[in-house]
């Protein structure tokens, strides 16, 4: 799997430069078309990653704050790339609504953990 992925990077990248050097003006395309290939390449890992995660919190006894802070992580990398193929494609202001959306998605990921603290604050205050 791993060579695939290093040989169709290495493919597109080659092909890219001599497609530039050819007067190829959609570089650009090419590039996130591959990018595409590569992370549905990935996909199957990826998944097989995180269920692993989440089984060995199950079984370490892993709080649900702990999962919380995991699944945070892997929408960061999601939202991550799709940031930076969105600004490959030289889209700076859909990239800007993506991280936008990504960090309303992780806020609501970890709002019932801020307000169970919020309450624990409170209660103590009294």
Do not use: H
Not at 5 to 13: T, Y
Not at 46 to 67: C, E, M, N, Q
């Amino acid at each position: 799997m791993s060579l695939r992925i290093c040989f169709v990077g290495i493919l597109v990248s080659a092909l890219a430069a001599l497609l530039s050097e050819l007067g190829f003006r959609q570089k650009r395309l090419l590039v996130t078309l591959s990018l595409v290939i590569l992370l549905s390449m990935l996909a199957d890992g990826i998944g097989k990653l995180f269920s692993s995660v989440l089984s060995i919190t199950d079984s370490a006894g892993i709080s649900d704050a702990a999962k919380c802070a995991a699944k945070a992580v892997g929408l960061g990398y999601v939202f991550g790339f799709t940031g930076e193929i969105c600004e490959e494609l030289g889209e700076r202001g859909i990239a800007n609504a993506v991280a936008i959306g990504a960090r309303v998605e992780i806020f609501l990921l970890v709002l019932p953990y801020f307000e169970k603290t919020v309450r624990l604050g409170v209660e103590l205050l009294k």
